[in-house]
């Protein structure tokens, strides 16, 4: 039950891992605060939200599908999981609730994909613009803030001098990578992304196991609001907007293929670090903020450019 | 259900190249053709791109003995942003400080204004100047920035006190204009300029956030003493000038009578006017924004705009950088350091 092409995926990881640390090690001779542990420390903390997102999403561009819902579903996620616990709900069942308000929306386009044939661009395009709506309109637009210290060691919390976000997206690759490397589930998802009549014919559900995959991108999206909601103590209906992108990116940086079939979570999370370094080092260089942006966008552009070239040489 | 309906080619399917199987084990000659490399190269590249950039840029180096004050602003997309910035740069050049400016590229984003805040707290700056996006969001990190030894000041949008006593978070002084007194001078304004009854319409910003909140509040209470003065409209258009647009062309399809119309800042307040023109109804509508902007004061100047509320954001900078090196000297700071506010209106349309 090992994925295709494995010793790729570990060719391609290995080459991103380079790119990452090489990314450190320019940063640390160039900023004197970059190569310190309360940084390093401060970029795991930063990252885990969008690393999160990009779980699900890695799920989905492996099964050559796409998620443009998921910045629109945090948000709504995080505005329920702001009136559970405003209501008084105990933190544990708001968690709960929350991720399955996630999954929710998250099942609605797997449903439109499968059962509706939407295309995952349409149906995910048409969620986002849902879910951003009903989270504005639960809250009049206004934010919901103000939790209870409980809550909100969710994003204070320390354990092994390692902040919750990082340990809550730890955790999150743990089992999603168990999941995606280690069980039927996860085959049938490179199975779907590599050829979905041959999966079909194989006698495999494709509607039933593409359904879940949406669910589990709608799940990540609420994990993610969860901690995003602690961070600010805040549950913002505005939120989210064009985190989408920045988990597409750290998907394909990470060596998944937009093509479906490839891809692993491993490489996914060193993809988020290295957004989460480069926009971190950045910061801490000065560099204004609109050449921020043509930088992330040259290392997307570059990271997938190559694996183009690449794979043009060898076939 | 089955989601197939027309059979492909399954046969050519199925020896597409990326499932056969790969044997190239990941040696050492295999990673070196490897596109991570690029992304190596590249990172290389941008870093040395950045150092070209930030060195030109700032004669200074980064990590002089200077005090370093930084200055955390919403957005820079806006002019009133670059103002404030360019009067905390004269400040500092003053003062014989470094000044670190930066902010998210949208007004909007609270999580990233709280991660540069966090990312300048590791620089070690000395003093921190912050306007905040959230007024309850961006409370923790300012309780970071406490933990840190590094002093506070607010500028321009307060923080919310309960949520600061909660957290028993501290910051050493405001500095601002007080955005209801400047909301309300625009709708005394309006009030003095229609004596006959007239339907009026607002242009809200980010919903839920003070600064805009307050100005509506200010204008709704300047209007409060006109009751022939009816708001027919009040939508938010979340402080974005094509959204000012788009929000002000389906207000007049929806309301024709509008006589007057107020927007929370210029940059709505110029969309509509925008959308005014496009409806071929410049000059009977009455706006007013907020902020005073070069292109509103100019508008002003030509009789387009109505008037516009002037918060000085350069002054605002100015003062940041100013009382910041104060306090760092051990001055004592008051709690509210008030920045004047007026209304711009053209004298000669008066």
Request: aromatic share 4%.
């Given at each position: 039950?090992?994925?295709?092409?494995?010793?790729?995926?570990?060719?391609?990881?290995?080459g991103?891992l380079?790119?990452?640390?090489?990314?450190?090690?320019?940063?640390?001779?160039?900023s004197?605060?970059?190569l310190?542990?309360?940084?390093?420390?401060?970029?795991?903390?930063?990252?885990?939200?969008?690393?999160?997102?990009?779980v699900?999403?890695?799920?989905?561009?492996?099964?050559?599908g796409i998620?443009?819902?998921v910045?629109?579903?945090?948000?709504?996620?995080?505005?329920?999981?702001?009136?559970?616990?405003?209501?008084?709900?105990?933190?544990?069942?708001?968690?709960?609730?929350?991720?399955?308000?996630g999954?929710?929306?998250?099942?609605?386009?797997?449903?439109?994909?499968?059962?509706?044939?939407?295309?995952?661009?349409?149906?995910?395009?048409?969620?986002?613009?849902?879910?951003?709506?009903?989270?504005?309109?639960?809250?009049?637009?206004?934010?919901?803030?103000?939790?209870?210290?409980g809550?909100?060691?969710?994003?204070?919390g320390?354990?092994?001098?390692?902040?919750?976000?990082?340990?809550?997206?730890l955790?999150?690759y743990?089992?999603?990578?168990?999941?995606?490397?280690?069980?039927?589930?996860?085959?049938?998802?490179?199975?779907?992304?590599?050829?979905?009549?041959?999966?079909?014919?194989?006698?495999?559900?494709?509607?039933?196991?593409?359904?879940?995959?949406?669910?589990?991108s709608?799940?990540?999206?609420?994990?993610?609001?969860?901690?995003?909601?602690?961070?600010?103590?805040?549950?913002?209906?505005?939120?989210?907007?064009?985190?989408?992108?920045?988990?597409?990116?750290?998907?394909?940086?990470?060596?998944t293929?937009?093509?479906?079939?490839?891809?692993?979570?491993?490489?996914?999370?060193?993809?988020?670090?290295?957004?989460?370094?480069?926009?971190?080092?950045?910061?801490?260089?000065?560099v204004?903020?609109?050449?921020q942006?043509i930088?992330?966008?040259?290392?997307?552009?570059?990271?997938?450019?190559?694996d183009?070239?690449?794979?043009?040489?060898?076939? | 259900?089955?989601?197939?309906?027309?059979?492909?080619?399954?046969?050519?399917?199925?020896?597409?190249?990326?499932?056969?199987p790969?044997s190239?084990?990941?040696?050492?000659e295999s990673?070196?053709?490897?596109?991570?490399?690029?992304?190596?190269?590249?990172?290389?590249?941008?870093?040395l791109?950045?150092?070209?950039?930030?060195?030109?840029?700032?004669?200074?180096?980064?990590?002089?003995?200077?005090?370093?004050?930084?200055?955390?602003?919403?957005?820079?997309?806006?002019?009133?942003?670059?103002?404030?910035?360019?009067?905390?740069?004269?400040?500092?050049?003053?003062?014989?400080?470094?000044?670190?400016?930066?902010?998210?590229?949208?007004?909007?984003?609270?999580?990233k204004?709280?991660?540069?805040?966090e990312?300048?707290i590791?620089?070690r700056?000395?003093?921190?100047c912050?306007?905040?996006s959230?007024?309850k969001?961006?409370?923790?990190?300012?309780?970071?920035?406490n933990?840190?030894?590094?002093p506070?000041?607010?500028?321009?949008?307060?923080?919310?006190?309960?949520?600061?006593?909660?957290?028993?978070?501290?910051?050493?002084?405001?500095?601002?204009?007080?955005?209801?007194e400047?909301?309300?001078?625009?709708?005394?304004?309006?009030?003095?300029?229609?004596?006959?009854?007239?339907q009026?319409?607002?242009?809200?910003?980010?919903?839920?956030h003070?600064?805009?909140?307050?100005?509506?509040?200010?204008?709704?209470?300047?209007?409060?003493?006109?009751?022939?003065?009816?708001?027919?409209?009040?939508?938010?258009?979340?402080?974005?000038?094509?959204?000012?647009?788009?929000v002000?062309?389906?207000?007049?399809?929806?309301?024709?009578d509008?006589?007057?119309?107020?927007?929370?800042?210029?940059?709505?307040?110029?969309?509509?006017l925008e959308?005014?023109s496009?409806a071929?109804?410049?000059?009977?509508?009455?706006?007013?924004?907020?902020?005073?902007?070069?292109?509103a004061?100019?508008?002003?100047?030509?009789?387009?705009?109505?008037?516009?509320?002037?918060?000085?954001?350069?002054?605002?900078?100015?003062?940041?950088?100013?009382?910041?090196?104060?306090a760092?000297r051990g001055?004592?700071?008051p709690?509210?350091?008030?920045?004047?506010?007026?209304?711009?209106?053209?004298?000669r349309?008066?």
């Amino acid at each position: 039950m090992t994925p295709p092409k494995l010793a790729l995926h570990h060719a391609r990881q290995l080459g991103t891992l380079a790119g990452l640390l090489l990314l450190v090690t320019v940063l640390a001779i160039l900023s004197p605060h970059f190569l310190t542990p309360g940084n390093l420390l401060t970029v795991l903390e930063q990252t885990a939200i969008n690393a999160i997102i990009a779980v699900g999403m890695t799920f989905v561009i492996i099964s050559a599908g796409i998620d443009l819902a998921v910045g629109s579903v945090l948000a709504l996620a995080g505005i329920v999981l702001g009136l559970l616990l405003q209501a008084g709900v105990p933190v544990p069942v708001a968690l709960l609730l929350t991720v399955g308000a996630g999954g929710l929306c998250g099942s609605v386009n797997g449903l439109l994909v499968t059962l509706g044939r939407l295309p995952p661009f349409i149906a995910t395009l048409g969620m986002m613009s849902m879910a951003r709506g009903a989270a504005l309109l639960l809250t009049q637009g206004r934010p919901i803030s103000g939790f209870d210290s409980g809550f909100r060691t969710l994003a204070t919390g320390q354990w092994l001098h390692l902040p919750a976000p990082t340990l809550i997206m730890l955790g999150v690759y743990a089992a999603a990578h168990f999941l995606l490397t280690r069980t039927r589930f996860g085959l049938y998802t490179y199975a779907m992304g590599g050829n979905e009549q041959a999966t079909h014919l194989a006698g495999i559900n494709v509607p039933f196991h593409k359904t879940a995959i949406y669910m589990l991108s709608g799940c990540t999206s609420a994990v993610a609001a969860i901690v995003l909601t602690a961070r600010l103590n805040s549950a913002q209906p505005i939120a989210g907007i064009a985190y989408e992108l920045d988990a597409i990116a750290a998907t394909v940086i990470g060596g998944t293929s937009l093509m479906g079939g490839q891809g692993t979570l491993v490489g996914t999370l060193i993809g988020a670090l290295i957004m989460g370094v480069l926009k971190n080092g950045l910061n801490l260089l000065g560099v204004s903020s609109f050449l921020q942006q043509i930088i992330i966008g040259g290392v997307i552009i570059a990271a997938v450019l190559f694996d183009t070239l690449v794979k043009q040489r060898r076939s | 259900m089955n989601p197939i309906t027309a059979p492909p080619p399954y046969v050519g399917a199925y020896s597409r190249p990326r499932f056969r199987p790969e044997s190239e084990a990941p040696g050492l000659e295999s990673l070196a053709r490897h596109p991570g490399w690029g992304l190596v190269g590249l990172a290389l590249l941008l870093g040395l791109v950045t150092v070209g950039c930030d060195r030109a840029g700032a004669p200074a180096s980064a990590e002089s003995s200077r005090t370093r004050v930084a200055l955390v602003m919403k957005t820079l997309n806006s002019p009133f942003f670059l103002d404030m910035k360019r009067g905390a740069e004269e400040a500092a050049r003053e003062l014989g400080v470094e000044l670190v400016a930066q902010a998210p590229e949208r007004e909007l984003d609270v999580e990233k204004q709280m991660q540069i805040v966090e990312n300048l707290i590791q620089t070690r700056v000395d003093a921190l100047c912050l306007t905040p996006s959230g007024s309850k969001e961006l409370v923790p990190v300012v309780g970071k920035a406490n933990r840190a030894g590094i002093p506070v000041l607010i500028v321009d949008t307060r923080l919310d006190e309960a949520t600061v006593q909660a957290d028993g978070v501290r910051y050493v002084s405001f500095i601002g204009s007080d955005n209801y007194e400047g909301g309300k001078l625009a709708g005394q304004h309006v009030a003095s300029l229609f004596p006959q009854p007239a339907q009026i319409a607002i242009l809200e910003g980010i919903p839920g956030h003070e600064t805009h909140d307050s100005r509506i509040r200010g204008f709704r209470d300047g209007l409060a003493g006109s009751p022939h003065l009816k708001i027919v409209a009040s939508q938010p258009a979340n402080a974005e000038r094509d959204q000012g647009f788009n929000v002000m062309q389906n207000l007049l399809q929806a309301h024709r009578d509008i006589a007057a119309v107020f927007a929370s800042n210029d940059l709505m307040a110029l969309g509509a006017l925008e959308a005014v023109s496009a409806a071929g109804r410049a000059g009977t509508i009455k706006i007013l924004g907020f902020d005073a902007t070069d292109e509103a004061r100019e508008a002003i100047a030509a009789g387009r705009l109505e008037a516009s509320v002037a918060q000085n954001p350069t002054a605002m900078g100015r003062l940041a950088v100013t009382k910041a090196v104060e306090a760092l000297r051990g001055g004592t700071l008051p709690k509210s350091i008030p920045v004047s506010i007026e209304l711009i209106t053209n004298p000669r349309g008066q």
